[in-house]
């Protein structure tokens, strides 16, 4: 890879090779899974354009944003709903998207928090999240680790956000966890023939290191504190009125802390 190329794009050119297929293959069955029965209007992928991970959503209206810009032959699964910005400033009002999906979008980043502070505020109250991205304590991350050797991933560790730091951050936000999955047990092959003879070790792993996937797909919830009255309002003397007493659950600073 050329060292002026962007992340986004090293990532999209990893993915056409043996193991990225292999990865991608069980991200797209776990986004179809997670996002079949989501209900609302608005919904859009931020990131890979040319891998439609909304295929199994049936909202009326399904788009993406991301930096880079469609192939022209997939632009049309987009019906022209496309969208150039940054995932850390999503040009949505806040409260209005009912559906984000984010495949690997804290690799591709250098600013992870500003992502998730985004996508708390552009999501509507019970609004959903689906989050992949890459295992650092996996083989396929060990192996990246490794000194002397050719990187195997398209991102260095450091990009790499672990699924219970993703978690920590939820709690942060209010985002409440809803389900998680760890995939793609097999060691770091580059050959199709040596990653199908490893299948096996998808349902042996899964039971027995099921959190030693080399990739990891989070789902969460927005919930958001409402408003409650306390005590009846219309419960005042004839001769002297009193204000009914009214409770306010302001959401308060959330101390998310960049750091």
Not at 143 to 168: A, I, N
Request: glycine share 6%; hydrophobic share 40%.
């Amino acid at each position: 890879m050329a060292e002026d190329t962007p992340p986004i794009v090293e990532l999209a050119e990893w993915f056409q090779t043996p193991p990225g297929q292999y990865a991608l293959a069980w991200e797209r069955a776990q986004f179809d899974a997670a996002v079949a029965d989501v209900f609302g209007y608005y919904a859009w992928q931020v990131g890979l354009a040319d891998m439609n991970l909304l295929r199994a959503n049936r909202m009326p209206f399904k788009g993406y944003v991301g930096t880079e810009t469609p192939t022209p032959e997939n632009t049309t699964g987009w019906q022209s709903r496309v969208v150039i910005a940054q995932p850390e400033a999503l040009p949505f009002e806040s409260q209005s998207v009912d559906l984000l999906v984010l495949p690997h979008a804290f690799e591709c980043t250098l600013e992870p928090h500003n992502v998730l502070r985004e996508v708390e505020r552009v999501l509507v109250p019970e609004g959903r999240v689906v989050i992949s991205g890459f295992n650092p304590w996996s083989m396929w991350g060990a192996r990246t680790r490794m000194p002397g050797m050719e990187p195997w991933l398209p991102q260095p560790p450091s990009s790499q956000v672990s699924s219970q730091r993703l978690k920590d951050w939820f709690k942060l936000l209010s985002l409440e966890v809803k389900e998680s999955h760890f995939g793609c047990y097999a060691p770091a092959c580059r050959s199709e023939k040596w990653l199908q003879r490893w299948g096996f070790l998808e349902s042996a792993g899964a039971r027995w290191w099921s959190l030693g996937g080399a990739v990891y797909m989070v789902s969460a919830v927005k919930r958001v504190a409402g408003m409650r009255i306390i005590g009846p309002a219309w419960k005042t003397k004839p001769k002297r009125a009193r204000a009914a007493s009214v409770v306010v659950n302001r959401q308060a600073d959330d101390g998310f802390d960049p750091s």
